[in-house]
């Protein structure tokens, strides 16, 4: 069986944060920006190279520090530098690169996290410490992981560390798929064995709901601190409730699929720049929120052992899933074909034409397709989940 490494960063916000880690974020940044001057000046973008250079000299202007801070240093420089030079080509950035935020990078040397008592060890120039942090929403699903990089970002709201997890898993053959259509307000699931199954998301009311809030906010409050305060708050309530809905989602299709072994998602990504796609995604998913869910499918299939496949979305809501004939709209989101007769809800075809696409891709040779048999009228049954909760304050 072939094998994938998942990769996901958890973000663990410490409950205390001493005066010597505020002392480590402001050396570190001295010697990044030290770093990031050194690579401008000689054109550098080799992290080997600039190593060779600049530790002997570091080591002694910083005796005290543990040597893998100058190690993540030179990393962290040579990435800032990389990123300035291909913006400076497209003409985007000016001036010398500055690297202002607080921001560590710790290797395996220099953290050690034991998730269990929700404490981690760091090395700094007065030995090692001790911190304790919160744990984090979903943290329970790392245990057994491997633990790579962290890093220590010092925001308003206090210092979290941010852990980068990942795990070996066995990618099985896929005896079937389960074509999914993402919608903004449902996901329409099409199973090999001909059913049709469809979650209402609530989406688009989460998402006006917010939007409404907002608009009250910047009605009633004057511009100022405040009102970007309760903006910002209500930006990441958004955010997280959004987030919770996906897992949700992603939750149902991968329970739905791990039988088959396999799940067939639109590839959204080579076709951003043409007309088509904001035709086509007009009143479907806003963008960002698209690549997150198919995100969040893509990892949880992995856990669970599923293949995730990307088929063309071209015409997958226009063409007859059963002859290949031309489909019209024939009321309210019905499509009806005008060679064979077929009827069926608009999200039925889409996700149907998704999993037949599979199967091609996959060099299955798809039989002839009948109507399905188990759904009144070429309708999807319909799968709760519970996602709407009011917004309160
Ligand atoms: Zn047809």
Wanted: hydrophobic share 35%; glycine share 8%; with cysteine.
């Amino acid at each position: 069986m072939p094998s994938e490494t998942i990769k996901l960063t958890a973000k663990f916000k410490l409950k205390e944060t001493p005066k010597g880690l505020d002392y480590l974020f402001s050396v570190y940044r001295e010697i990044v920006n030290f770093l990031i001057s050194y690579t401008h000046e000689n054109n550098i973008t080799s992290f080997y190279r600039l190593k060779k250079e600049t530790y002997k000299s570091l080591r002694e202007g910083y005796p005290e520090l543990p040597s893998h801070y100058i190690y993540t240093a030179c990393q962290m420089a040579t990435a800032v530098y990389k990123s300035y030079r291909k913006r400076k080509r497209k003409g985007k950035a000016n001036g010398k690169p500055v690297f202002k935020k607080g921001v560590i990078m710790l290797d395996d040397h220099l953290f050690k996290l034991n998730l269990e008592k929700g404490v981690v060890k760091f090395s700094t120039p007065n030995g090692r410490i001790a911190l304790e942090f919160y744990p984090a929403k979903y943290y329970k699903k790392f245990k057994g992981w491997k633990v790579g990089q962290a890093w220590l970002v010092k925001t308003p709201k206090g210092v979290f560390i941010n852990v980068v997890f990942s795990k070996e898993v066995e990618i099985r053959e896929p005896k079937a798929f389960v074509g999914v259509d993402l919608n903004e307000n449902n996901v329409t699931l099409a199973l090999p064995n001909g059913e049709f199954v469809q979650i209402i998301t609530h989406e688009r009311e989460i998402r006006t709901g917010y939007f409404v809030k907002r608009r009250k906010i910047q009605k009633k409050i004057r511009a100022g601190k405040k009102r970007e305060e309760l903006l910002q708050k209500y930006g990441e309530r958004e955010r997280n409730r959004l987030n919770d809905l996906y897992h949700k989602i992603a939750n149902v299709i991968v329970e739905f699929a791990k039988r088959y072994g396999g799940i067939a998602l639109e590839d959204l990504t080579e076709i951003r720049e043409s007309i088509r796609y904001s035709a086509e995604m007009n009143g479907r998913l806003h963008r960002w929120s698209f690549h997150k869910l198919q995100s969040i499918i893509k990892y949880k299939a992995k856990l669970k052992s599923v293949r995730v496949v990307f088929v063309n979305p071209a015409f997958t809501s226009s063409l007859c899933p059963i002859c290949g004939g031309k489909l019209s709209p024939n009321g309210h989101r019905v499509l009806k074909c005008s060679n064979c007769g077929f009827e069926a809800d608009r999200d039925v075809v889409g996700s149907w034409n998704i999993r037949l696409k599979a199967l091609k891709m996959w060099g299955v040779t798809v039989p002839p397709e009948s109507p399905p048999m188990k759904t009144g009228g070429g309708k999807p049954t319909h799968y709760k989940i519970n996602t709407l909760h009011t917004i309160n304050g």
